[in-house]
């Protein structure tokens, strides 16, 4: 039974596989003979051959001497073919498909020297959208081939010769989308020459020879070339950013895959690539697209580059030669397009000499460049003027090296985020002028991410001018040192835009100059606690005469050195919450020269006290202590009538200040008591404790002190210059005890002197005997060892003067009462009608004097007119006698 079986079963087979043996055959030479004329009458295309052999079991088939057309050119329907192949193999090729589908799918295909013309189809699915997709290979294999595709509208899509391919999972879509490739592919062996692709109307991308080995495939002369021009791209494609132009001498990568928008490389290398850029006004629509591919590139390399990229107006904006760019992992799709940097990257190693770039206003040269993820270094930078605009910062600098080590920095949407560990500039040398007359526009920050924190930044061995307004401040041999530098929303509300931890500055020779002044020192220290300056002068600029005619009103012209200043505390005086809280201000070996000329016009503005002066800072501040040690001050005074300028010297001088302060300090006492010590005119000590109260509204104020072992004499270099009066004898004691407010000044004095007379001068400078004689009249020559005090009555205070014009006027009231009496007042409009009528006497004198002089003179006049007339006479008399002894004789 079970043989029967078997041999029912082997007979069954063997019947069906004649069967199959005699349909193959059968199909076979059908083909040969009817599949042309077939292919005609059922499909858009043209099929003739040599040779076929299909194999219906396995679906394989073997053709020579192929040609393929279709038959109606015209149709955009479909996909045009027009050529020829050597040979053709097909593996596996789904007939069923082929004949009722009109699909061709086959898992290997290959062909010999073909010879192909492609046009993309433009047929859509009306239901769906989608075109046709009649090409699908799961391997296709291509041997000495020259192969065009078209789209439509016979426009060039890809165009090889000489191509010898080995491609798996390859898919001819059909598809001729705007910025679509008609084909995708995994794996590929490729070599070919003149290589075209043009995926879009706005680049093209050619090679010369592409050849691969170990999958890797290597480009020679590869381009990426713009189809327009700059004006017509601006034309026709308003809203893209940018138009590249590239060109390397070699591009190699591995690993190509390649599917619609999608590229994906690794390895990439880029010999000596050109790349120029042209830049746009115009920036694209947030919806719009403005790169169409996606691209990953896994170790991109840019080995030699140059880059050059222009401004709309075809000017320069960024060059570097010499680029040498390391990119791991880069990404670039529409999205990253949009952004700051045009693509996403994981690590990068950027190197590169001569980098240029041309802002509206300035040029940067950077002649060395290495930039990593977490560090940059540059080194030899230049940056230069274009032009010098009164309205714009202009900068005018060089430095050896500009050090960055960054902790993290990224673009968080289209912003900048950036924390850095440390800045160093090293030599930083040159000058920054700032703008004149600029309208300050407060900057926005738009493209920051907030926070933006700066750990350190150093400045070194650098030379700096900034010259604002004509006013130049020179740094020699500066170096700064800041730390925790912040940027935030809240500070870029202040005046200053950032806050910051310690800092440090140190300069030598430091320079500012002024108007009519030239600040300089030696050196100059300054941190966040502690300030030092050394040889520190304030030099007029222009003479004494200069400064006279150049200002409207009466001022002071000072002449100041000190040899050291050191301030210690806590400040900020550029934030809006200024405050200076300073433990001790010490001002060693002051030396300040004061000179006032009473030439020019009155300052009749108002002047205010000095608690009301304190008062009126706008901020918190308080000095806990002011010394000023081993000085000298010597204030100096001319007017128009005085013979050069009155001299008053404090030599040996000494000040302490306790609670200088603005009244607006938390905590901390508003009275300012103040103590001078020091020898008046070289010769007299001199004390002096002043005191006022910042919160007193009124300027409430006491001073009290006390001169000893004056000698007049001492006095006469301020006196005699402009009140044409000379002392002597010996003021053994002035002692004096005022207290006031900002309406005037009263309290007591009390003078011991002995000897003590008046001279007054000739203009000449000599005595004038007799009004020196009236004036000591009234004076009390000597005051006698225990003087009483006199009373100094209230003083109105001018508003147009100073302080210290209301306590000399306290003086002078206590010098009249001491050395002329009680009836001061009386005694003093006596003296000055003494002299009136003495000196009305003299003129009196001297007018009747020069009368008799005229009188005598007239009559020496006549009597010499009557001598001459004499003698004219006797001259006449002579004449006549000669003429009558001449007529006697004849």
């Not at 029912?8 to 043996?21: D, H, K, N, Y």
């Not at 040969?32 to 004329?37: G, S, V």
């Amino acid at each position: 039974m079970k043989n029967k079986k078997i041999r029912i079963f082997s007979i069954v087979f063997g019947i069906l596989l004649a069967l199959f043996l005699i349909f193959n055959f059968g199909l076979n030479f059908w083909l040969k003979k009817n599949l042309p004329n077939y292919i005609k009458n059922n499909s858009e295309y043209i099929v003739n051959y040599k040779t076929m052999d299909v194999d219906l079991g396995t679906g394989n088939i073997l053709s020579t001497g192929i040609s393929i057309n279709t038959q109606n050119p015209q149709n955009q329907e479909i996909i045009g073919l027009q050529g020829t192949i050597d040979t053709l193999s097909i593996s596996r090729l789904g007939i069923y498909d082929l004949i009722f589908n009109k699909n061709i799918s086959t898992s290997k295909v290959t062909l010999a020297s073909p010879n192909l013309n492609v046009i993309l189809s433009n047929k859509k699915d009306k239901k769906s959208g989608k075109k046709d997709n009649p090409l699908e290979f799961d391997k296709i294999k291509i041997t000495n081939g020259n192969i065009q595709v078209f789209r439509p509208t016979k426009q060039k899509i890809l165009s090889v010769k000489d191509l010898n391919l080995d491609v798996d999972d390859l898919n001819i879509t059909g598809k001729s989308a705007e910025g679509e490739l008609p084909f995708s592919f995994e794996k590929y062996e490729v070599n070919a020459k003149n290589f075209f692709l043009r995926p879009d109307n706005v680049y093209a991308f050619t090679a010369n020879y592409i050849t691969t080995k170990e999958g890797q495939m290597s480009i020679k002369d590869f381009a990426m070339i713009p189809l327009l021009s700059y004006q017509n791209f601006t034309k026709f494609f308003p809203k893209k950013r940018n138009l590249f132009d590239v060109k390397a001498s070699e591009m190699s990568f591995k690993d190509i895959v390649f599917k619609g928008k999608q590229l994906s490389l690794s390895d990439v290398r880029f010999e000596n690539p050109n790349i120029k850029m042209y830049t746009t006004n115009v920036k694209p629509q947030e919806k719009k697209k403005s790169f169409t591919y996606e691209v990953n590139l896994e170790n991109v390399l840019l080995n030699n580059a140059t880059v050059d990229i222009r401004k709309p107006t075809g000017s320069p904006l960024f060059g570097a030669e010499n680029l040498t760019m390391q990119i791991n992992r880069m990404m670039m799709n529409d999205e990253t397009a949009k952004g700051n940097i045009p693509f996403n990257y994981e690590d990068f190693n950027i190197k590169g000499k001569n980098i240029t770039y041309f802002s509206p206003t300035q040029n940067i040269a950077v002649e060395n460049l290495v930039i990593r993820p977490k560090a940059a270094d540059l080194r030899t930078i230049v940056v230069k003027p274009t032009s010098i605009q009164s309205d714009k910062t202009s900068l005018d600098l060089t430095a050896d090296q500009l050090n960055l080590r960054v902790n993290n920095w990224e673009f968080v949407n289209n912003k900048l985020k950036i924390d850095v560990q440390n800045v160093l500039v090293n030599q930083l040398n040159g000058s920054i002028r700032t703008a004149k007359n600029a309208k300050k526009k407060k900057p926005t920050f738009e493209g920051i991410h907030f926070p933006l924190i700066i750990k350190n930044v150093e400045l070194k061995n650098s030379n700096l001018t900034v010259d604002s307004q004509d006013q130049p401040l020179v740094f020699k041999d500066l170096n700064a040192n800041i730390e925790n530098v912040v940027l935030n929303e809240t500070t870029i509300k202040d005046k200053l835009p950032f806050k910051t931890g310690n800092y440090s500055l140190t300069t030598r020779n430091f320079n500012y100059k002024t108007k009519f002044y030239n600040l300089s020192a030696s050196l100059l220290k300054l941190n966040r606690n502690v300030v030092q300056v050394s040889d520190f002068v304030v030099k007029p600029t222009v003479s004494r005469a200069q400064f006279i005619r150049m200002i409207p009103t009466e001022k002071d012209l000072y002449d100041v050195k000190v040899s050291q200043i050191e301030a210690k505390g806590k400040w900020d005086l550029v934030s809006d919450n200024k405050f200076l809280d300073i433990t001790n201000v010490t001002l060693n070996k002051l030396d300040a020269n004061i000179f006032r000329s009473k030439i020019p016009k009155d300052d009749l503005s108002e002047k205010p006290m000095y608690s009301e002066l304190l008062r009126s800072i706008k901020f918190p501040m308080f000095v806990n202590n002011l010394d000023i040690k081993n000085s000298l001050l010597v204030y100096e005074e001319d007017t128009k009538k005085s013979d050069g300028p009155g001299k008053l010297t404090f030599s040996n001088f000494n000040l302490n200040v306790k609670n200088l302060n603005s009244g607006k300090m938390k905590g901390k006492p508003t009275q300012v008591p103040i103590t001078i010590s020091c020898q008046f005119m070289n010769a007299s000590p001199m004390k002096v404790n002043w005191s006022f109260d910042t919160a007193n509204i009124n300027d409430a104020f006491a001073i009290s002190g006390n001169i000893s072992d004056l000698p007049a004499s001492r006095i006469n270099p301020f006196i005699e210059p402009y009140l044409k009066v000379r002392a002597t004898g010996l003021i053994s004691d002035l002692i004096f005890d005022f207290k006031g407010t900002k309406r005037g000044i009263y309290g007591n004095m009390k003078m011991v002197n002995k000897d003590l007379k008046i001279s007054v001068l000739k203009q000449t400078g000599e005595k004038d005997k007799i009004l020196s004689a009236i004036v000591n009249v009234f004076v009390r020559t000597d005051s006698g060892k225990y003087p009483e005090s006199v009373e100094v009555e209230e003083v109105e205070r001018d508003n147009t003067k100073s302080f210290f014009n209301l306590f000399w006027r306290g003086i002078e009231q206590g010098l009249k009462k001491t050395l002329i009496g009680k009836n001061a007042p009386k005694t003093e409009e006596s003296i000055k009608k003494t002299v009136h009528n003495t000196k009305t006497a003299l003129e009196q004198n001297k007018k009747e004097l020069q009368e008799t002089k005229a009188e005598v003179k007239n009559k020496v006049q006549e009597i010499k007119g009557k001598v001459q007339e004499k003698k004219e006479e006797v001259k006449k008399k002579g004449l006549i006698n000669n003429l009558f002894k001449k007529k006697s004789a004849q």
